[in-house]
T-cell receptor, first 118, second 113 residues
Framework: DARVTQTPRHKVTEMGQEVTMRCQPI?????VFWYRQTMMQGLELLAY????????DSGMPKDRFSAEMPDATLATLKIQPSEPRDSAVYFC????????????????FGPGTRLTVT | GENVEQHPSTLSVQEGDSAVIKCTYS??????FPWYKQELGKRPQLIID?????GEKKDQRIAVTLNKTAKHFSLHITETQPEDSAVYFC????????????FGKGTKLSVKP
């Protein structure tokens, strides 16, 4: 049963520190999404990649957040410097999009990283 | 921009009763509508989905209906059980995008034994 994995599962850090979250998408999936979940805002899309190329990161605060896919098996989300308002659960999801005529929208979520910034 | 409204935000039912959660969407080009279940502290999991060429889909105790004209879709759970207690999210594909979804704010369902 293939699953998206994320590390770390929990992270507590002080304001101003750098935070890096990692995601391993399901093998063979070509699209990776980063979401942030809070009680107030629900699930917000931060960024997504297709075949490792960033397609949209308009949901991300550009001055402190960055997302990359160094290779097909690893996606990273970095916050530098972190702030208390960044406290949330960050989910990675992956999916397989085969082409414009046969778009698959199914997304499979990882277990999330619960980030607390004090 | 695109938007998905979900109601109610909380729902409490007695075990064995039915539960209905409703969503409306704004993008007329949306053509895929999934529902996710998220148990406390867990990841959202896809439980059922429907595409725009279908009006209704059923999987055991769960069914989803879609009214494209009115731009709304609903999740129906029959014979609810305590293990159905969770937060349920609806979502709609963003027309013209390549795989993006926009999510509703979620409905917290509590099934009382």
């Amino acid at each position: 049963d293939a699953r998206v994995t994320q590390t770390p599962r929990h992270k507590v850090t002080e304001m101003g520190q750098e935070v890096t979250m990692r995601c391993q998408p399901i093998l063979g999936h070509n699209t990776v999404f980063w979401y942030r979940q809070t009680m107030m805002q629900g699930l917000e899309l931060l960024a997504y990649f297709r075949n490792r190329a960033p397609l949209d990161d308009s949901g991300m605060p550009k001055d402190r957040f960055s997302a990359e896919m160094p290779d097909a098996t690893l996606a990273t989300l970095k916050i530098q410097p972190s702030e208390p308002r960044d406290s949330a659960v960050y989910f990675c999801a992956s999916g397989l999009v085969l082409g414009y005529d046969s778009i698959s929208y199914e997304q499979y979520f990882g277990p999330g990283t619960r980030l607390t910034v004090t | 921009g695109e938007n998905v409204e979900q109601h109610p935000s909380t729902l409490s039912v007695q075990e064995g009763d039915s539960a209905v959660i409703k969503c409306t969407y704004s993008d007329s080009a949306s053509n895929y509508f999934p529902w996710y279940k998220q148990e406390l502290g867990k990841r959202p999991q896809l439980i059922i989905d429907i595409r725009s060429n279908v009006g209704e889909k059923k999987d055991q105790r769960i069914a989803v209906t879609l009214n494209k004209t009115a731009k709304h879709f609903s999740l129906h759970i029959t014979e609810t059980q305590p293990e159905d207690s969770a937060v349920y999210f609806c979502a709609a594909s963003i027309g013209g995008s390549q795989g993006n979804l926009i999510f509703g704010k979620g409905t917290k369902l509590s099934v009382k034994p």
